[in-house]
DNA sequence: CTTAGCTCTAAGCAACCGCTTAGTATGGAG
DNA sequence: CTCCATACTAAGCGGTTGCTTAGAGCTAAG
């Protein structure tokens, strides 16, 4: 019998693994699904202890407020993408930006529950936990634009508004968080595929 | 004096002018502004009655509840972009794909306040509403598809995955109003036709 | 065994929520 | 003028919110 509300193994588990004690990981994981399936302030922090097999009042032994929990999830969950998105690997541009889309993208799908928590409730965040956020979606822009410059530099992408093309490669990945259903036809990986394939087809010279 | 803490002009009211009487159409406004600026959860009746300049209680007087406002907004809001992808002319298939994404991606730039709340509180609807509205996504979806598909019957297109091209065609265009800002580099044509440039390379031959 | 410290719960507080009620001002019809 | 419908406000109701308090249960050091 499972009394918490969450799956016994989930893949949420996988990013969360290093939070201590083992009661405010469990609060943690209860509150990403929270917040991914009803947004952040239609979510009640009563909500997030029931989701835990929790008292109302346990939410405050492990966090200061619901805000630091949220604050928590979209921390952890930048620096989760952007260590990704740096760790690409590949021969050649080509190869890195199609690792890059493909692991991006995929990731975005494979945890969209995470990825829409961090991608949506930004704006629910301090002022002063959404400047430490931004500072690392600035990172990630930047790495992904890395890879898509290494190839204009090699002569093997055609590429006439850098910014604008990371821009909406970034974007694309990104919007998978909000469309993306598990029960859909296409896995992660798939999606990571073709979007790295649409993506190539956007920088290839003519 | 301006008294409403509306704008004395507004591109809103273009989208909006043809809702009656004139209170119940600033407070149409007041509520779009405030549901794209935190969203609808964490918006206010009174805030909305407030940016309006009139009473909480006024609110009820046009309308039955907080979510038929956002309801009314949804369905003005989805009826719109989907009349101006429907209205989308041109000599061939390039061109109404370029018209097309042009179109519809500067749309979610011009009209970005408007665009949040139609792509980004759909879960906020009520399930009759939401299916209402999801029929009328349907639509849109079904118009881009045929404008990709147009083009690989004329043979000017290589498109491996319809479905999978047009998914990520709509996605990049809706999320343009998740990081579109007036206060950009980029017009809402810019944005269109860079956006434009972009899809057509992503579905011209190789 | 005692005791300190940590984790948790039961109960509840002040503030705020969506929405309602009672009543006022206005303007047009008869 | 009276009458009535419409559009609004002041006040507030019941319920819910984020969070706090007081104290119980457990563990482990001394």
Sequence with gaps: ????????????DETWRAVTPDAARRMLIAAVQAFADKGYHATTTRDIASLAG???????IHYRSKEELLFNISLVGHETSLALLSSIQGDGAVQRLRNAVATFAGWHAEFHTTARVVQYELGALSP?????VAELRRQIEQRM???????????VFDVPDLKGATLAVLSLCIDVARWYQPSGKRTPDEIGAMYADLVLRMVRPT
């Design 1 to 12: 019998m499972n009394t918490t509300g969450l799956d016994g193994f989930s893949l949420l």
């Design 54 to 60: 929790m008292s109302p009042a346990a939410v405050y």
């Design 145 to 155: 634009r890395s890879y898509i410059a290494d190839g204009v530099e090699e002569g």
């Design 128 to 132: 002063e936990h959404h400047a430490e």
